[in-house]
Structure formats: structure tokens, C-alpha cells
């Protein structure tokens, strides 16, 4: 699906969870709620830098992005929005948002240590071969997200430190990360 249709899905579950197999549980759909907003406001506040407005604009070739995700996943929230601003300012990068959890189940080819992590980012070149996977967050949130498992932190705290840690970045890491996969 294209973003917008994406955005109205997403809007459709947040004013009618009872319509949506999944967000009848109140804890999922509150969490849906705040991602939300969440994506609202990197929708309104973020804009890529110079560098990766540039970077992205000069990408000559057609690219079919390929972003997995679902609603209710907090990192989506914020990675979801800022790739769509990257690329929505060339034509030649066609963004489909697939649903982790609905066909064609993409990501079971992109696993994340054997785990349906999502966001995931696939960059395929124009004969569909893969030229860069990214995800499900950036390293340096992974490297939080792995400190605060490994020793033992309440998931409730994790998710508390990993939204402080998105907001201090505002974005910087995914596009240095964006970036430097699609230049190598």
C-alpha cells in the first residue's frame, strides 16, 4: 500500500479498534494510539537534512522501498514517518508499506535473528534484487535496547528509554545509516 493508504488504515484502527482483529486489547490499542501521535508529530516536525535531502535526490535510478511494519509497533512509529520524508521528493523511489502480519509475509525472507522484527526497510533495485536491508531500528537504539534486555530492565522501562532515546536523535541516526548503506 501506498503511505496515504497507510495513514487512513492506521487512522481507521485508532477511531475503530472494534473493526480490527488484534486492538480490542486495550493495552495494544492505547499503544496504538500513542504511535499514533507519535508519527504525527515526526510527520509535522521532521525534515531530512541537507546532506540525505540531496543524497536521496540524486538517486538516478528507480528503487522500490519496501517498509514492513504494523501500527502498533513503537519503533515504527518514529522510523515509519522520517523514511517516508526521505524519499517522498523522488519519484524514482516508490515506498510500499507492507503489514508484517498479512500477505505476501515478506518479512519471513527478512528475519531478525530468526525474529519478525519490524520497522523493516528492503531497497530493491529495478530487476528486484535486494540492494540494502535496514532495520528494525537504528544501532545505536539496538545497542540500548540490548544493554537494558541483558541486564534485566522491565520491558515498560525499556520502551521508556528507547522513546527518550528517539527523541535526542530526532532522526540523525537512520538517516546516516540510510545513507551509508545505499553508498556502498
Not at 33 to 62: C, D, H, Q, V, Y
Not at 152 to 176: L, M, S
Request: hydrophobic share 35%; aromatic share 12%; glycine share 6%.
Amino acid at each position: 500500500m501506498q503511505f496515504e493508504e497507510y495513514v487512513s488504515y492506521f487512522k481507521a484502527i485508532v477511531e475503530n479498534p472494534e473493526n480490527y482483529e488484534g486492538y480490542q486489547d486495550e493495552e495494544i490499542f492505547n499503544y496504538t494510539k500513542l504511535n499514533w501521535s507519535r508519527m504525527n508529530r515526526w510527520l509535522k516536525k521532521f525534515e531530512p537534512n541537507a546532506e540525505t535531502a540531496s543524497f536521496m535526490n540524486g538517486i538516478a535510478t528507480k528503487q522500490h522501498w519496501i517498509l514492513i511494519t504494523e501500527p502498533w509497533c513503537g519503533d515504527a512509529a518514529h522510523s515509519v514517518p522520517m523514511i517516508y520524508q526521505m524519499v517522498k521528493s523522488n519519484p524514482l523511489l516508490v515506498l510500499d508499506i507492507q503489514l508484517r502480519d498479512s500477505e505476501p509475509y515478506t518479512i519471513n525472507q527478512y528475519l531478525t535473528n530468526g525474529g519478525k522484527s519490524i520497522p523493516k526497510l528492503v531497497i530493491l533495485n529495478e530487476q528486484g534484487d535486494d540492494l540494502a536491508v535496514w532495520g528494525p531500528r537504528p544501532q545505536g537504539c539496538t545497542d540500548l535496547f540490548v544493554m537494558m534486555k541483558g541486564k534485566g530492565a522491565e520491558f515498560n522501562d525499556i520502551k521508556e528509554e528507547i522513546q527518550k532515546w528517539y527523541n535526542q536523535d530526532k532522526g540523525v541516526a537512520i538517516q546516516e545509516e540510510l545513507v551509508d548503506i545505499l553508498s556502498r
